[in-house]
């Protein structure tokens, strides 16, 4: 498979706007400027190309919503947040080939008619603030980004912002809030963002990752694009891999991979030739998979769904026959119930409650009934809040119960062994 | 005109409405925390859940716009399983303070507890602790313990009171309520969130540990701060008056009212004149009424009704005047009225509900024609109800040769007076005022008149028979009277006014 996210990965001065350039970069924009608005809409609706970010929805058809007669400027948000625990491309991408996503980023301002966008960039990632900045000076100065985006009659303005480390600030009306001043906390929808987003203007929010993989679409054309992959999970998708694996890292793959071969071939198998227990697929937030289930799925939007979890944001997390199912998932309540926004009833006190009830069981103090309560509450928590933030608890504490039930129930009967817990890192 | 079905029944609405409005409209009640009408759609209580045919989950009905066909179920299994959940994750970190709590009897979070879920709690951890007293202003106090994060109070800072003085700190379960810096919330309409907070996180500095809410009776009233007259809701027990609290009128005050105006029922419980006072040597000596009439009686023999002079006070109801303009124009030929009334210094003022005019009546004395105080040759005055620290010191100086005081509270100054009359308050009497927009309301009696204390048009009636007149002697007689002697009042009738009052024509 040719490398369509990662082909700069190995070119050391990738970062750069020459060596961007010397392979190849800014060469679709001449092609862009021959092609209307819609017909760039239109390509990358054929190429199939879904959004990175998470829920997986047609970038295509999320441009295509968006009202172009409003009298209204039309903005694009970057998502450069990448809060979902066990998920790190998007930081990898800006790092290595910060011009392919400005590339990505005026072919869609392009199609969706937009003359600013904002890259919204986690506050930690400051390194990766000052390559992205220091890209978007090279680009104005060599005349991709300012008044006439590259001799072209369009104007485009790429501004960064920096969000104060809160994962909530990643879905994206919580993020639409943040850039616009305010305290970074999901909007109820109707209405949608492409209707009213920023400063109450047409907005679409992509992901780093979605946005990148356009240039390729629009060079290559949305067939040969399509031609990767399987069924609807068209074309590339970057998986970032950790826990107890040989080979950590970000891994570029067709969409429909089998995992078995992923984990075997490329990420070098299970550490110290323990056997897989379970694995997260796409970010801290989907259904956990049990070795077994995990053998047999391949790596696409429909296999994961049918298997009962979900792509996410390709955060995969590897997790051996030593570890401590209930440590693991009180972490993520810990994680969770620090992050959640608090405005929704069942978000707010759903996360407190399970939260303290893993770190309960965890101390070796179970409650009979404490796992039906857990699953209870979590039924509670579901479809039920404003964002899928109070979900993203929810369906990680029922999946972990239903499948490793008896860990969580011997937790009271023995109390937690030492052995029984996570490992550290080594 | 979209049809819909709600609960197998079918409906005509209004395109653009939401489930709940209709639902509200319509009768068919649904709980719900953070919509408030006057308010933009929050959407974070998630009590409002309903079950909409053909969507996967339950939806908010606060935000959901009706469609044409569009099928609503408010009391299927799913949606009482998610009320019932709602109010269990409510109950996790609220403390069990009912018993010591203000709102107790008035409380959504009780309320909707014993309708919609009565089941005790599952929670077994230790809850969130958070502050207990918490003032936001000088007149809010905020128990953060109790609070449900609704936002009510804050979006009313934000969207009513126009300046958002309200925000939430922190987050999940240790979102708090705060003020921005820190600093003190100093909006014109605080006490309005007290109102709208639907539990008892909010409680009012002025009446928090005051009263057990049940043991409070409530009348239908309309506030006396300024001339918008507020719709007001007067809780009052044994005599003595708790708190005002706005009355929907869409048409004078929506669902609001002003701090100033909330604490004017001050001047109903204190300091108020008892009996009849009479000048002997050194000083006001009580008296009985007896005595008083027969005093009064003295001096208009004494004096020609063109000596005569009644300087009559905006405070004062429609009745009073009327009884009085009756009293002062058709019996005492030749005498002369004035108005006056409360001026105060730098007056506040704003374009939601405060006005200069701090009279609830200033319509009717223009409409009757009052005129400034001038004293002339006027030897036996009559100041009823309360005048202008000016026409006072007007008359200090240049003092009639009798000057008699109807007047409720003692704190007023009247060392000039030589009769002093106690003079019931609106509260202890049934009438109406007229509002600056011309719009005649009716106020209702709460409490029996503070010791001997007589309404003004009772006072006029008793007068006017001391030398034959007839007066009416009840409010009723005497707004009829106004509405034949003003021809702009000429076709209201008191069993009209309604509970939202009327427009003069
Ligand atoms: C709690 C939460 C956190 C999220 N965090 C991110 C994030 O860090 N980065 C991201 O791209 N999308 C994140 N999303 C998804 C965004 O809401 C949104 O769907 C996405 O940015 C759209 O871009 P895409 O269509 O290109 O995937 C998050 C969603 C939720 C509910
Ligand atoms: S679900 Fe949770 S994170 Fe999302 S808006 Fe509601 S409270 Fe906030
Ligand atoms: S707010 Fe309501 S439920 Fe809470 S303590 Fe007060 S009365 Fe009880
Ligand atoms: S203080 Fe009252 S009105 Fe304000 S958010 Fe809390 S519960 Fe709602
Ligand atoms: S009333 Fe609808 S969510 Fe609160």
Redesign the interface.
Known sequence: MEPILTKRFAVSNAATIDGYMATGGYSTLSKLFTMTPAQVIDEVKASGLRGRGGAGFPAGVKWGFVPKTTGKPIYLCVNADEGEPGTFKDRELMTKDPHALLEGIIITCYALESHTAYIYIRGEMFQELQILQRAIDEAYAKGFLGNKVAGHDFKLDVYMHRGAGAYICGEETALIESLEGKKGQPRIKPPFPAVVGVFGCPTVVNNVETLMAVPYIIEKGAAEYAKIGVGKSTGTKLFSVSGHINKPGNYEIPLGLPFSEFLEKQCGGVWKGRKLKAVIMGGSSVPILTAEEAMKVNLDYESLGAAGTMLGSGGMVIMDDQTCMVTALKILGDFYHHESCGQCTPCREGTGWIQKVLARVVRGEVRPGDCDLLLSVATNMQGRTICVFSDALAMPVKSYIQKFRHEFEDAGKLGLRKGQQIQTWE | MPKITIDDKEFEVEAGQTVLQVCLDKGLFVPHYCYHPKLS???????C?VEIEGR???E?SC?T?VAEGMKVRTKSQAVVD?QK??L???L??HPLDCPICDQAGECKLQDYYFQYSSVPS?????K?HKPKAKPLGERVMLDDERC??C?RCVRFCDEVAGDAEL??D??????TVSTFNGQPMKNAYSINTVDICPVGALTSTDFRFNKRVWFLQKTKSVCTGCSTGCNITMDHEGGVVYRYRPRDNEAVNQCWMCDEGRVTYKYINDDRILSPLVRKEGGLERTTWENAWNQVRMLLQNYSPDQRAALLSAQLSNEDLAAWHSLVTTQWTGAAQYGTGKVVESPSEDTLLRRADKNPNSYTTRALGLKPLDLGKCKLLFVVGEASETDLHTIATKKPEVVVVISSNSSTKFEFADVVLPLATFAEQDGTFTNYQGRVQRFHKAIAPRGEAKAAWNIASHISLLEGGKIPDTARDCFDLLAKSVPAYKSLRWDELGDEGKLVD
């Open positions: 759609i929050a959407g974070n209580c998630r009590m859940l996967p989950k339950l908010i935000n716009p998610a959940s709602v269990e994750f409510i996790v970190n599952r929670f077994k951890e230790e969130v449900i994060l936002s925000c939430i922190n987050r999940g379960d240790h979102s």
